[in-house]
């Protein structure tokens, strides 16, 4: 990308001015680049300087400011250009950001001067292009705002060249006065989103809502009466296994999930504590979110782009996919600022419901975690973990830099502060890094590699799991795919400890943990994949191995997996069920402690 290029970005803007519509172009010039710049005539020059570093210089004309320009060690950092319309009762306000020598965002503001009282200035308009690597790749983003407002009604997505890729509406709850700060934004209680794609159609239509009437929402599904029939029994079935979603919210009212979720049944919704275990409304799980209270995904609109909607939400749908025996219970707001307080409420939550099973699709950076109300949520999550020994946590390895093709060694991280939960000392915790693949197939497991994504270490890592475009719910109904280890977190909780569980349910969770690590696929023992266990989940042979012990339940884990281990007719590529390669899997097993009780990051300080 050239800097020293003028460019010109035309913007059509259609706005409603008293009784008519008018319709203008602006055309306006980006090429501010100091040196080069010079003030035109008029123009006056004012500098300030904070710091050694940091130094802003202000543009003035006939009183008004034109322009500003933030320099970081004497390199451009941000850049304002401010233009009159006077006679449109406008003006915009464009600032270029940049990330060392490229610029990075360019976002224009447009303003309506005509108003008076309380807002003059009333922002009718915003864009902005987000450069990937060059100009060619730049995103653009329009948004516009309910009347009146700071508040943005319709925000478009274009491509490189142009193209409409995806247009959302939006509404905020009128009888709330709650508003949450994003991006140092004052957004609003927002409270519905409608996605459209490139053609118009609806992609998704996300509304917050605190409970669900089933039998109406799968009628309006056009859903067959006997299948309806089966899901409203399903939703009743308090024989199934409770698990926890720790993460940002789960859409409750989504036809593959509604009747999946939990529901606690001696508890309704009238802000009290009603089954005394000092939970106030834990009806679906709970919430950090002084509106909502409720475990549901939190809309928060950012600067750029479109909320981050499903997370939450396809973690759950991936940890229950085919599955009826599974009840989704939810923790809401797990990173937000507050959720230090939500934690202690979490404990309560699995305790006082006999949970046995979470996901942990996020990370806390005890480095960055220093000050403030966030700096004791590591903490608070290693003694939740800790004060939680009967529950197996389902934590995602998180995703890092890719160093030579195989991610990032946050063993490495180790002699710092470290990532939580992924370097936490626990027996009940297992870490799951993700694959290059979407699925499990027994015939292609030697073909699988590691995500470049995926964080890895022998210390902190267990196991590996797909993660790479895995599908399912997306908020506001239909499906969406996504790739990361918060995914391949579900996938294993699903298709290896929900499995196993089923196959045995007399297992500890040790003992599950202990399986799930040593029947794990291993390609070359003399060069594993970078996890503690050496490889990839594999499903059929720990459900084998679970089998084994539940008709030989005096007998240990090793004793069941090398037994399955021997039976196998034809050994996977690269292993063997040889005496002398069953020994030096032994050896392997050891050195890496797995199925011992005493912790391998036992010398370590936390």
């Given at each position: 990308m050239s800097r020293s290029r003028n460019w010109i970005i035309v913007l059509l803007i259609t706005f409603v001015m008293g009784s008519g519509c008018t319709s203008y172009q602006l055309a306006v010039s980006t090429h501010i680049d100091p040196p080069n710049f010079r003030p035109s005539a008029g123009i006056m020059e004012a500098s300030t300087s904070t710091s050694p570093n940091l130094s802003e210089r202000t543009f003035y004309r006939n009183g008004r400011i034109t322009g500003k320009l933030v320099l970081w060690n004497n390199q451009p950092w941000e850049r304002t250009l401010i233009e009159y319309h006077d006679e449109l009762s406008l003006y915009s306000v464009q600032t270029m950001v940049y990330h060392g020598e490229k610029l990075a965002v360019v976002r224009k503001d447009l303003f309506d001067t005509s108003g008076v009282g309380e807002q003059p200035d009333r922002k009718i308009e915003s864009w902005y292009y987000h450069y990937a690597k060059d100009r060619a790749n730049a995103l653009r983003q329009v948004d516009t705002y309910w009347p009146n407002t700071s508040l943005v009604k319709e925000r478009q997505l274009f491509d490189a060249s142009g193209g409409l890729q995806a247009t959302a509406i939006f509404e905020y709850d009128p009888d709330s006065s709650h508003h949450r700060?994003?991006?140092?934004?004052?957004?609003?209680?927002?409270?519905?989103?409608?996605?459209?794609?490139?053609?118009?159609?609806?992609?998704?239509?996300?509304?917050?809502?605190?409970d669900v009437n089933l039998q109406k929402l799968y009628a309006n599904h056009s859903l067959p009466f006997s299948e309806i029939d089966r899901r409203l029994r399903l939703s009743q079935d308090d024989s199934r296994t409770p698990v926890l979603i720790m993460d940002g919210g789960i859409d409750i009212s989504h036809p593959d999930l509604a009747h999946k979720m939990w529901r606690n049944p001696r508890e309704v919704s009238n802000g009290k504590d009603d089954d005394g275990n000092g939970l106030v409304d834990d009806i679906y799980g709970i919430s950090d979110n002084p509106r909502l209270g409720h475990p549901v995904q939190d809309l928060r609109l950012p600067r750029y782009g479109l909320p981050r909607l499903s997370h939450g939400t396809l973690v759950a749908s991936i940890a229950a996919q085919g599955r009826d025996d599974v009840a989704i219970m939810a923790?809401?707001?797990?990173?937000?600022?507050?959720?230090?307080?939500?934690?202690?409420?979490?404990?309560?939550?699995?305790?006082?419901?006999?949970?046995r099973y979470t996901t942990m699709s996020f990370i806390f950076d005890r480095q960055l975690l220093t000050m403030g109300a966030g700096a004791q949520r590591p903490h608070q999550l290693d003694q939740l973990i800790r004060n939680t020994p009967h529950t197996l946590h389902v934590a995602a390895a998180g995703n890092g830099a890719p160093i030579n093709g195989k991610g990032f060694n946050v063993d490495r991280y180790r002699q710092e502060k470290g990532l939580v939960p992924v370097m936490l000392p626990h027996d009940n915790l297992l870490v799951v890094g993700a694959l290059e693949t979407d699925r499990l197939e027994f015939q292609n497991l030697p073909t699988y590699r590691l995500a470049d994504f995926s964080n890895v270490g022998e210390l902190s890592v267990d196991i590996l799991a797909p993660g790479s475009m895995l599908c399912g719910a997306r908020m506001g109904g239909g499906t969406v795919c996504e790739s990361?280890?918060?995914?391949?977190?579900?996938?294993?909780?699903?298709?290896?400890?929900?499995?196993?569980?089923?196959?045995?349910?007399n297992l500890t969770i040790h003992e599950?943990?202990?399986?799930?690590m040593k029947t794990a696929y291993i390609p070359d023992l003399d060069d594993p994949f970078p996890v503690r266990s050496g490889g990839i989940l594999h499903p059929g042979r720990a459900v084998a191995a679970a089998r084994w012990m539940a008709a030989h339940p005096e007998q240990s884990v090793q004793t069941a997996v090398l037994t399955v281990r021997k039976a196998e007719i034809s050994p996977m590529q690269g292993e063997a069920n040889t005496p002398a390669y069953l020994k030096a899997l032994g050896a392997f097993w050891r050195l890496r402690r797995i199925g011992q009780t005493a912790t391998l990051h036992a010398n370590i300080k936390k």
């Open positions: 700060l994003d991006d140092n934004e004052e957004m609003g209680a927002l409270n519905r989103m409608t996605l459209f794609n490139e053609e118009g159609e609806i992609v998704s239509d996300y509304r917050e809502t605190t923790a809401s707001e797990i990173t937000t600022i507050n959720s230090s307080a939500l934690l202690s409420q979490v404990q309560k939550l699995i305790n006082s419901h006999g949970v990361g280890t918060s995914f391949a977190a579900p996938y294993l909780l699903n298709h290896g400890v929900l499995s196993v569980a089923e196959a045995n349910p599950i943990k202990e399986i799930l």
